[in-house]
């Protein structure tokens, strides 16, 4: 057993009314239940998510300010410059916005900024070269950046450049002066009580605000009937907005959830050349959902931005067709490889060094950096030592006299908040509570470690650093029936915030002896029982010599496997103990 395991309580009384009220079983009513939802009305929403209950694009703070000041460069066909960033939430929010404001009668073009060059977000260094390449811009949009750029934003003003900020990252205090700053954490800060209180579009990232922003802009153009915004659909552009949404792992409730699901139906049919190509690229041939998008789909659009610049991965949503956008879809398959064993080489160094020293009882944050490691990948490196080791975990690495890096913290330690405490320390820093970005001198990294550990330590319990398996019931296996598990589909998709479903049974045993898989016979297929039902279940990574004890609980998701046109239902283990 290497979790925590924590069961929500069951709620009879209350599944038994909602079951009722919905026509749904106990077990998705329990589910449901375990995730906030209680109100009839609102479960339906939830069920059944429609664009239709999408908030208007206006209630966003400043956003009015910001399509007054885009109406008016339009009127003057006055240039725009979107100023957009290297990860996939950043290159589709940006594509999303190209290919809006071209098609609706702006001037615009783009700039991306080079990681290795000219560091994160609107950084004094990316604006200077922005404006080179486009001199005379008096407008620009930052696009997924600048709720932190203070001076940068200031120096922009000096020169008589209007920005405009398009952001979900925290705003700094004193917030940047930019002409527009339309950031849903604003909406977080004027409203008090309960999470419940807040608006369902707090915890959009920047590529549903850039269709939030789409929308705005539609309905103002037909406000002033002009003809060309009269039958503009934005539908289309959701399949964007469900990449950018799922690779940068917000939570996947409110307008997120709409978003997501109708943006995973466009992306099913899309004709989008560029994403055809990525598709074939990354071998998919079945549907596409959150899965594929997080871990195929992704990963690639986001290589050409950790290795170098990410223009290849916005010129392949923006390619006219499969001849163009077929050789740039092998090119970033070929830079996630690359990637790939740039990242395993790194994390098998840093695992490695940790783990020959490593003490629980000290070691509340790692911080780990290296000259020459890639910051490309410090943040991929960052996830994978978390999950080895459950500690809030900082990687750094660079190759000047500044090293930067990237963080990812677990639940309870406000990762963002602890970085404003060692705010002397750092040339820079932003992001969110789960996940930021640092800039430091190497010589403050000792000094940085102590800190954030005696942060943590003042901060975490003992029983936060290990790691909780939640699990949503207690199952018999005669339960977990093809037409159960379509039902429990409903509460898809799942991912950030809308765990995927995760339930135990208890007392069980063998059917049969257990069957090694892989090419290095590291997984195992079993067959378990509870004396009434047998069930067919997958582990993945078990030890040679581990021997599994005679009666057992499982803890596991399950879901319908189809192979030769037959279909089971198939567990896959999370975790097992001794019964």
């Keep these: 057993m290497k979790y925590r395991w924590s069961i929500a309580p069951p709620q009879p009384a209350l599944v038994a009314v909602l079951g009722k009220q919905l026509g749904v079983s106990p077990l998705l009513a329990q589910c449901l239940v375990n995730r906030g939802h209680s109100e009839p009305e609102a479960v339906a929403r939830f069920l059944e998510p429609r664009l239709r209950s999408l908030a208007d694009p206006f209630a966003l703070p400043n956003m009015a300010a910001a399509v007054d000041r885009l109406f008016a460069a339009r009127e003057r066909a006055e240039p725009l410059v979107i100023f957009g960033d290297y990860d996939v939430d950043g290159v589709t929010a940006t594509a999303l916005l190209l290919e809006v404001l071209r098609a609706l009668g702006w001037c615009v073009d783009f700039y991306l900024p080079h990681r290795m060059e000219e560091g994160y977000g609107l950084s004094q260094d990316g604006v200077e070269n922005c404006l080179q390449k486009f001199p005379g811009t008096k407008l620009l949009l930052a696009v997924d950046c600048g709720s932190t750029a203070v001076a940068t934003i200031g120096w922009l003003k000096q020169r008589g450049v209007d920005v405009l900020v398009l952001d979900h990252h925290q705003v700094s205090e004193p917030a940047p002066a930019a002409l527009a700053l339309v950031n849903p954490q604003l909406a977080k800060q004027a409203v008090s009580g309960p999470p419940a209180a807040l608006p369902d579009f707090t915890e959009l990232c920047s590529a549903g605000l850039a269709f939030k922003l789409a929308h705005a802009l539609v309905k103002r153009g037909r406000d002033r009937q002009l003809a060309e915004f009269a039958t503009f659909d934005v539908r289309p552009l959701l399949d964007l907005v469900a990449l950018g949404t799922i690779a940068d792992l917000v939570p996947l409730t409110g307008e997120n959830r709409i978003l997501v699901t109708a943006g995973l139906e466009r992306l099913n049919v899309t004709r989008r050349p560029g994403l055809l190509a990525l598709k074939a690229a990354a071998g998919i041939e079945g549907s ?73 009882l000290r070691d509340y944050v790692l911080v780990e950096g290296q000259l020459y490691w890639h910051i490309g990948v410090v943040g991929i490196v960052a996830s994978r030592v978390l999950r080895e080791f459950h500690r809030p975990t900082l990687i750094l690495g660079g190759e000047a006299a500044e090293w930067r890096g990237s963080g990812r913290s677990i639940p309870g330690f406000d990762l963002a908040a602890a970085l404003r405490e060692c705010d002397d320390l750092l040339v820079r820093h932003g992001g969110h509570a789960m996940a930021a970005g640092v ?64 339930f135990c049974a208890s007392g069980l045993r063998l059917h049969r002896p257990p069957l090694r898989m892989g090419k290095e016979q590291q997984h195992l297929k079993l067959h378990v029982t509870d004396g009434n039902d047998i069930r067919e279940a997958v ?24 192979f030769r046109d037959n279909r089971t239902v198939q567990l896959k283990v999370s975790d097992l103990r001794a019964a």
Aim: no cysteine.
């Design 539 to 562: 582990w993945w990574n078990v030890p040679r010599d581990y021997v599994l004890p005679p009666r057992f609980d499982l803890a596991f998701t399950a879901e319908i496997n189809e």
């Design 288 to 360: 596409i959902g959150t899965y594929e998008v997080g871990f195929q789909l992704g990963p690639r659009l986001n290589a050409a931005g950790r290795l170098e610049n990410a223009a290849e991965a916005l010129q392949l949503l923006l390619a006219a067709g499969l001849a163009a956008a077929e050789p740039i879809a092998r090119a970033l398959d070929a830079r996630n490889r690359e990637r790939q064993q740039i990242e395993r080489t790194i994390s098998d160094e840093v695992i490695g060094a940790i783990r020959a020293r490593f003490d629980p």
């Design 439 to 502: 800039t430091i001198l190497p010589d403050n990294v000792p000094a940085l470690r102590e800190r954030l550990n005696s942060f943590a330590r003042r901060t975490l319990s003992p029983e936060q650093l290990q790691p909780v398996l939640k699990l949503d019931a207690e199952v018999s296996l005669r339960e977990l029936t093809i037409e159960r598990l379509a039902e429990l589909d409903r509460l898809a998709p799942t991912g950030q915030g809308n765990a995927a479903l995760h």
